[in-house]
């Protein structure tokens, strides 16, 4: 069953509407394997075009509706769907996502591809991925696994899944198939309000959910929203979750937060914690995003990066992560930073999330963004954004307050204050948008 708003779509409802899909697929042309590429809202009719996609064995590509036509031709350029579905039904999929530009053939994928989703892009463009049903299904069954899911309880129905990310990302598709997984509803937003998720989590006494660290942050800064019950659990999704986040989240509701550590180009999460991990480990571990789902084998190369393979991988192939990170004596992964946003100060590495976790300590910032900025005699050197909670922006008190919890190189060399930071849909913050003032057009 999936519901949003007084819209409720039935298992059967479902399966006829994506019969329907499939049938104007066909008829458009659609051969299997080729992509399909989609503009929908977060409905319920959506998941029919996605099931219905798989039905014709074709490749489902969504789209974000919020995107420019521009970034939509780049998209429809590179990923050479065979039509474009709207909400107005199938059609022809030019550049320009109207038919009215001439492109290369379809590309036709292996029809073992589920989809070809985007990476979520902030450090450059997104880039096209292709994600395969074994790959998905896999890791799906690796989480449920480390989650000690032991199958469908026939005394007991399954609580629906809040889904409170689009659906034209992978975090949305992928938490859909999750609860089709366990056989449980899943209850669609079409846009996250703090007030709406608390409404939603008490009509339907939602035990656990997903999200976003951006969400658990409105969600601490919103004083109508006092009461979460009857929620017991979030697992953190799509963005690097800050232990003074999950602190904050659990210390104004009471709720466990468990972290995860996941890419688009993996297909979904590798590593996780579950409520036993928090039992007993709390606060000891909490900036850790966990330990390796069944299936997962972790590697660090010499330069301390990431990398992964997963069951769905060839014997003795891994991914890269780009990711730099530590696994302690007990098998925790501790992520340091991405490998772009490093800050290389005159041969010295500086991780802008450390510096980052630091400033968020101070009473006067309510968020922050470190980057790198060129430097003629050290090469780069660190820069802070900073969104603060009062009027104004007191450089001088954030750079004691750096100095007395950082190395000397660490310490950002100026804050400027900002009236937010750029993120994408999931909340990421767009480092390559992270521009200083007189650089800003």
């Not at 989650?147 to 399954?158: H, K, S, T, V």
């Not at 846009?191 to 409404?199: C, I, R």
């Not at 802008?352 to 630091?358: G, L, S």
């Not at 004691?400 to 990421?428: I, Q, S, T």
């Amino acid at each position: 069953m999936v519901l949003a708003g007084e819209e409720t779509l039935t298992r059967a409802d479902l399966m006829r509407d994506a019969t329907g899909v499939h049938d104007a697929l066909v008829a458009a042309g659609v051969g299997p394997g080729e992509a399909v590429a989609a503009v929908l809202p977060d409905r319920p009719a959506t998941l029919a075009a996605l099931f219905g996609v798989w039905l014709a064995h074709a490749v489902y590509v969504p789209l974000n509706p919020r995107a420019t036509a521009r970034e939509h031709a780049r998209v429809l350029g590179e990923v050479r769907p065979a039509v474009l579905v709207r909400t107005t039904g199938v059609e022809p999929a030019g550049p320009a996502g109207d038919g009215s530009q001439e492109q290369g053939p379809p590309i036709r994928h292996d029809i073992d591809v589920a989809l070809v989703q985007l990476t979520s892009g902030t450090t450059g463009p997104s880039k096209p991925v292709p994600l395969r049903h074994s790959t998905v299904l896999a890791l799906i069954d690796g989480v449920l696994q480390k989650l000690g899911w032991r199958g469908p309880d026939p005394g007991r129905p399954a609580q629906p899944n809040l889904i409170p990310v689009s659906l034209s990302l992978w975090a949305g598709i992928y938490n859909v198939l999750f609860a089709f997984r366990v056989g449980a509803p899943v209850v669609l937003m079409e846009a996250f309000s703090t007030t709406e998720l608390a409404e939603l989590v008490r009509r339907f006494e939602i035990r656990s959910v997903v999200l976003p660290p951006a969400a658990m942050t409105m969600l601490c800064d919103d004083d109508t929203v006092t009461d979460l019950r009857p929620l017991r659990i979030v697992r953190s999704i799509t963005a690097p979750l800050s232990p003074l986040q999950a602190r904050r989240f659990r210390d104004k509701f009471g709720i466990t937060v468990l972290n995860s550590y996941g890419q688009t180009e993996l297909g979904g999460e590798v590593v996780g914690w579950n409520a036993a991990d928090a039992r007993e480990h709390g606060d000891a571990k909490l900036g850790a995003v966990g330990r390796p789902h069944e299936g997962v084998d972790l590697r660090l190369d010499d330069t301390g990066e990431l990398w992964v393979h997963t069951a769905a991988m060839g014997d003795g192939e891994y991914q890269r992560t780009g990711d730099i990170a530590t696994v302690d004596d007990d098998g925790f992964v501790w992520i340091e930073g991405r490998v772009s946003d490093m800050v290389n100060r005159g041969g010295l590495k500086v991780f802008p999330a450390e510096i980052e976790e630091v400033l968020r300590l101070h009473p006067d910032v309510q968020d922050v963004a470190v980057t790198g900025v060129p430097d003629a005699r050290l090469g780069e050197v660190p820069w802070a954004f900073v969104v603060t909670r009062g009027a104004g922006m007191d450089a001088r008190a954030l750079e004691e307050h750096c100095r007395a919890h950082l190395a000397p190189y660490k310490v950002p060399v100026r804050f400027e204050a900002v009236d937010a930071l750029p993120r994408n849909e999931v909340g990421k913050v767009v480092h390559r948008d992270l521009k200083p003032e007189e650089l800003r057009s």
